[in-house]
């Protein structure tokens, strides 16, 4: 039970809750019993309350909403995890359309309403909620920030950095959001000095933690680390699990101090993600991501990371597609997810269904979705292969390290070789381009990313030692391509 | 007074046999424990002559002497005694009749006691509080519930006519007499007089904090004082409408249905108007949730009938509006210069409902038809 510290609490209300505990201990009835309940529903408790609890709850003749209550009020034994929560969006929006019928003034149902709807992909309904939601609350921070986060996630955020703006550099929560938002959709903000100015005012560090950690980010891409560290060193006094999140990636990227402890506290699940990510401890990893998506059902970071490490750490395609089909109901057009379930449905022998995923892909991809498309043409590449089509599947995957070797993303260089080498062995090819005893020198030394030694180990080598009891037949694609560290 | 129910202590009490004004004698203690209100503590007796009975509310200085300032508080003590007492006869005066009539006043010499003074009023004798009938049992009488609704209303309207506001209704200060047939209210001790200075008028919470409005717990009461106490009168009685179907009053369950962030900030320092307003769409989302579980079951009490468990769910509704600004009947907010949180439509709309849940309790033939 959350209690409220001794100190804390108003004299004259500590006055009253000793009258009645002193009460109760003296007479030890129902009436006192009750009335010291009431009083503990506050927040305010002593072991006296635990005592009248029990006390009701065993008196014959109770009423039941007293029971209830007295229930509440003793210790809790155990509850339930997240994860085992069944997740019954439908029968959700029905309850909380009956609930705003009888009390259509309930902002708070209106915002659920649409979180509902979004994670159903019904992005046009949920944004009526939205705004129904901001006119009845307009200055609340619940409302607010939830709007905030919807917008991004539609791609529209001039409404909310509007209604922001009217309120931020009154409240350190929305001044954050505000500056959040505005980084993301890479807007300018109009006046940044309240909202130091009122950092600078705000005493609690647990209420100023998220304005300085969204203070350091803009810093740090306008002045650079120098001039940043001090926001997130404030940040870090009493952070939320969005600060948690951010002080982990700064710190494996800019060597800010982070204390580890902080992955314990209880919604911090995208940094825990990232930590079990990088301890290699895939499972923990997964189920922090599934518990993530569970907390944010419309954010598709989640969906493509647990996705990304079920399929290539773990070689686990059923979750991989459970993570992509829940990615895809709140983001029904993102090509990134199609190509994640396309690749999953191929290694589990889904040809069709994922030749369809893939052309719908194509069609959802802008031209500067560049990665992705890069990607997506390695998942072609794969699909080609799997139908039989060798050198068209080469063509592509040649195609994909090409193109990534360009955009400088070494990982998926990487990534795209190894798929391509385990399609070539898979067929009785040799390795393209290397011989063994190179790919093997390569993938065990520190030049290729941790990543690509985990898929070499877990998908090529096997392979290799499989397909070298029949002679492996050189498939002539010349020279090695310039995509890795000629080994020495 | 909120102790009224007969229930004597054993231990022997100096009082016992002291002679009071009219010849009325202390026959018995009902209370065990001293009731504090504003500084003084008192205590209850049971008062007789001849064949009449009455409750003795003795004021008891000794808790004076063992604050820290005693001079100060003896001054505090001193003006609670005379504010109730003259508040009672502003009440004998306008003949309140829904008010626990105040029989007399006085003080006695008494060796017993500090100044060698008992200072007293005495009242006459409830059968019982309402708490009673409600919390230790279920299966309540719902006829009799709206019936005392109605008679709460009234009492506040009565109150509130003068200039008056309770401040403090809770069951336990819900009197019954003649059998159930009439309620009063009693205990003014915390009350407001527009014309009197009180003790307790710069409280935050001047009553009981586990039965206070929002507002008031989160310090974000609003800034017209006037306003503020009808709204939480107001909120006093949707939470004993609360209390007499559900038998728990309105606010623990409202604290209950919160997330613990944003109850736990009740009693911090910082900004808490900023809080409230930020927590105000959890508590109209948490009131939602407490009027579905009131409507079913006032609908099984009332074995089915939809109309009237409607009707008095939205009673509840307009009187717990944790907005104050949004509180009070939908027709009296609609009036250019009206006061949004009268009571007069409760008053009308429990009688109506009490009388129909009555005639369907007696046969139509002792009705006459």
């Given at each position: 039970m959350t209690s409220v510290k001794q100190s804390e609490v108003s004299p004259e209300f500590r006055r009253e809750f000793e009258a009645l505990s002193a009460r109760w201990l003296a007479d030890k009835d129902v009436a006192s019993a009750s009335e010291l309940l009431f009083a503990a529903s506050l927040g305010y408790s002593d072991s006296s309350v635990h005592q009248a609890a029990q006390f009701l709850i065993d008196s014959p003749g109770v009423s039941t909403q007293l029971r209830r209550l007295a229930v509440g009020r003793l210790p809790k034994v155990e509850e339930v995890p997240a994860a085992e929560i069944e997740h019954k969006q439908t029968f959700e929006i029905r309850y909380l359309k009956s609930k705003l019928v009888e009390h259509p003034r309930n902002a708070l149902a209106h915002v659920e309403l649409a979180r509902a709807y979004v994670s159903l992909g019904l992005t046009e309904k949920a944004n009526r909620h939205i705004r129904v939601a901001i006119q009845l609350a307009p200055s609340s921070r619940f409302v607010l920030r939830a709007a905030a986060r919807f917008d991004v996630h539609r791609g529209k955020v001039e409404r909310s950095i509007k209604a922001l703006e009217g309120v931020a550099s009154r409240d350190p929560w929305l001044a954050a959001t505000l500056v959040a938002v505005a980084d993301l959709s890479g807007k300018p903000i109009k006046k940044i000095k309240p909202l130091r100015e009122l950092l600078e005012q705000t005493n609690d560090p647990a209420e100023k933690s998220e304005l300085a950690a969204a203070l350091g980010t803009f810093e740090l891409k306008d002045a650079g680390i120098r001039r940043a560290r001090k926001y997130f060193q404030i940040s870090a006094v009493a952070p939320n699990e969005n600060v948690v999140a951010q002080l982990f990636w700064l710190s494996k990227n800019y060597g800010v101090n982070f204390d580890?402890?902080?992955?314990?506290?209880?919604?911090a699940f995208e940094a825990r993600a990232q930590s079990s990510a990088e301890a290699n401890d895939w499972e923990n990893a997964i189920q922090a991501c599934l518990r993530w998506l569970d907390n944010e059902p419309f954010a598709i970071r989640p969906a493509f990371e647990g996705g990304y490490i079920a399929s290539?750490?773990?070689?686990d395609f059923k979750t991989a597609k459970e993570f992509a089909h829940r990615g895809l109901i709140s983001n029904p057009k993102s090509g990134g997810l199609m190509n994640n379930l396309a690749y999953a449905l191929i290694m589990e022998g889904d040809i069709v269904g994922a030749k369809d995923l893939i052309s719908r892909a194509k069609q959802f991809l802008g031209n500067d979705e560049e990665r992705e498309r890069a990607v997506l043409q390695a998942t072609e590449g794969l699909l080609l292969y799997r139908q039989g089509n060798a050198a068209d599947g080469a063509s592509h995957y040649i195609a994909c390290i090409l193109k990534a070797r360009e955009l400088k993303i070494e990982q998926v260089v990487q990534l795209a070789y190894l798929h391509f080498c385990y399609e070539e062995l898979r067929i009785g090819h040799a390795p393209p381009f290397w011989s063994i005893e190179e790919l093997q020198k390569v993938f065990s030394g520190d030049e290729v990313s941790k990543h690509a030694k985990i898929v070499f180990n877990r998908m090529v080598q096997p392979m290799l030692i499989a397909r070298q009891k029949y002679g492996l037949i050189?498939?002539?694609?010349g020279a090695p391509l310039p995509m890795l560290v000629p080994p020495t | 007074m909120s102790d009224a129910y007969p229930e004597t202590s054993e231990a022997a009490d100096p009082l016992i046999g002291s002679t009071l004004c009219d010849g009325w004698v202390i026959a018995a203690r009902v209370n065990r424990h001293a009731k504090q209100s504003g500084g003084a503590f008192s205590y209850g007796y049971v008062a007789t002559k001849g064949e009449e009975q009455a409750y003795v509310k003795a004021f008891d200085f000794e808790g004076v002497f063992k604050a820290e300032d005693p001079m100060k508080e003896l001054e505090k003590a001193v003006k609670t005694f005379n504010f109730e007492r003259d508040l009672l006869g502003v009440c004998e005066k306008s003949n309140m009749k829904r008010i626990v009539r105040a029989i007399g006043n006085g003080v006695i010499d008494n060796a017993n006691v500090p100044f060698g003074k008992l200072y007293y009023l005495l009242f006459e004798l409830a059968d019982a509080d309402a708490r009673l009938h409600v919390v230790?049992?279920?299966?309540?009488d719902i006829a009799w519930c709206m019936r005392c609704l109605h008679q709460i209303a009234a009492a506040l309207r009565q109150l509130h006519s003068k200039g008056?506001?309770?401040?403090?209704?809770k069951p336990s200060n819900v009197l019954v007499f003649q059998g159930k047939k009439a309620s009063k209210l009693g205990d003014l001790g915390r009350a407001h007089c527009s014309g009197m200075e009180a003790p307790?008028?710069?409280?935050?919470?001047?009553?009981a904090w586990r039965y206070a409005a929002p507002e008031l717990l989160y310090r974000s009461g609003l800034t017209d004082k006037a306003a503020q106490r009808s709204a939480s009168e107001l909120y006093l009685f949707g939470s004993m409408i609360y209390f007499f179907v559900m038998h728990v009053p309105f606010t623990p369950d409202l604290m209950n249905a919160l997330r613990p962030e944003h109850r736990v900030a009740l009693f911090g320092g910082g900004n808490l108007g900023v809080l409230f307003r930020d927590v105000l769409p959890f508590l109209a989302d948490a009131q939602s949730e407490l009027l579905r579980s009131f409507k079913a079951k006032l609908l099984q009490t009332v074995s089915g009938n939809d109309e009237l468990a409607s009707q008095v769910t939205d009673f509840l509704r307009y009187s717990t509006m944790p907005d104050p600004m949004l509180r009070g009947h939908p027709s009296a907010r609609r009036m250019v210069n009206g006061n949004p949180y009268e009571l007069e439509r409760f008053v009308s709309g429990f009688n109506v409902v009490a009388t129909m849940l009555e005639r369907r309790q007696t046969p139509a033939n002792a009705r006459g038809t």
């Open positions: 580890r402890s902080l992955l314990d506290r209880g919604e290539e750490m773990l070689g050189d498939s002539g694609y | 230790a049992n279920d299966q309540g008056i506001f309770h401040q403090d209704l307790h008028d710069g409280a935050l919470v001047p009553g």
